[in-house]
């Protein structure tokens, strides 16, 4: 295998935002600002739109609002973008049968996230993905977030699926564990994508060959994210580190507390209505919002 240059495009892009879940006042699913958060971003550097994800409130989403949804974004996306839709969980059987809902309802992709609260060995890691793929014709994601899922998706079970399973052609990863990104990136086919998911490690997986992001950040710094990985892309290292450092404090506040409870707050405060998170999720406190408020200021965000 060659070695990779970081930044290469991919069938679904190089930036793509993981979008949260705007909701009404009753905290129903509010399709029509869906759609114009997925307007918004996808003017704004974003190639794809990750729906129904962590970002997403993915866990408190019923099996028909995950539909609703990506259908609703699929219509603004629709020549413009990819539509990447989360739909695993810690059941393989279910995440079979969501796969196969956001397959019917049009997306373009699907996010599988690594099995949580089971533990399963990584044997049964690899066979869960196994037989999800094997439901579906759709290029899928396997995501690894150890935060959330307490388990970790070693790099040899990512390259196991890479070479033997046909529609698995990219790893979100979120471990943050460099060492672990450089072997998944060089164990795997060049035809196997590396995208990071974890904001404040993009350049440096980008500098291992990582193909592009799926991004949180890109919330409010989506055209910085572009230009990073294009500069990077075509040998201007100097000007992404550059890139790289501008949009570090708006990372840090973006994560000041759990996901997506900022980014939520953020969209608010750029005038693009997203309305509550579901319980047990809560609202910003107002010192959040307001450490928020002066980040996004000082960058020129507001």
């Known amino acids: ?23 009404d006042d009753d905290l129903k699913v509010d399709l029509d600002s869906a759609q114009r958060v997925a307007d918004y971003l996808l003017n704004n550097g974003s190639d ?13 989403l019923s099996d028909q609002e995950r539909v609703d949804i990506v259908k609703a974004v699929k219509e603004v996306a629709d020549g413009r973008g990819k539509v990447i839709a989360g739909s695993g969980c810690n059941s393989t059987w279910e995440s079979i049968k969501m796969t196969k809902d956001v397959t019917a309802a049009g997306a373009d992709a699907a996010m599988v996230v690594v099995p949580y609260y089971n533990k399963p060995p990584q044997e049964g890691i690899y066979r869960h993905f196994k037989e999800v793929a094997a439901a579906t014709d759709l290029p ?32 979100k990863e979120a471990a943050g564990d460099l060492s672990q990104a450089s ?18 490690l993009n350049l440096p997986y980008l500098s ?6 799926i991004s949180v950040t890109a919330h409010t710094v989506g055209p910085q994210l572009a230009e990073m990985v294009d500069k990077f892309s075509k040998g201007d290292t100097a000007a992404a580190q550059r890139i790289h450092e501008e949009i570090s404090p708006m990372t840090k506040a973006m994560f000041a507390t759990t996901n997506p409870i900022l980014p939520k707050a953020a969209m608010k405060l750029l005038g693009i209505p997203v309305g509550g998170l579901r319980p ?4 910003a ?16 965000l507001l």
């Open 48 to 60: 794809s739109i990750v729906v129904c994800g962590t970002t997403g409130e993915s866990p408190t």
């Open 280 to 283: 047990p999720m809560i609202e």
């Open 1 to 23: 295998m060659a070695v990779r240059k970081g930044g290469m495009p991919t069938p679904l892009g190089r930036v793509m935002t993981a979008m949260v879940t705007p909701m």
């Open 183 to 200: 072997r998944m990136i060089a164990g795997t086919p060049d035809d196997f994508y590396f995208f990071s998911g974890e904001d404040d």
């Open 285 to 300: 406190t107002d010192e959040q919002i307001e450490s928020l408020r002066q980040t996004m200021e000082s960058m020129g």
């Open 208 to 213: 291992l060959g990582a193909n592009g992001f």
């Open 140 to 171: 899928i994601i396997a995501y690894n977030v150890p935060s959330r899922t307490s388990l970790n998706m070693t790099s040899e079970t990512v390259i196991r699926l890479a070479f033997d399973v046909e529609n698995i052609i990219a790893v």
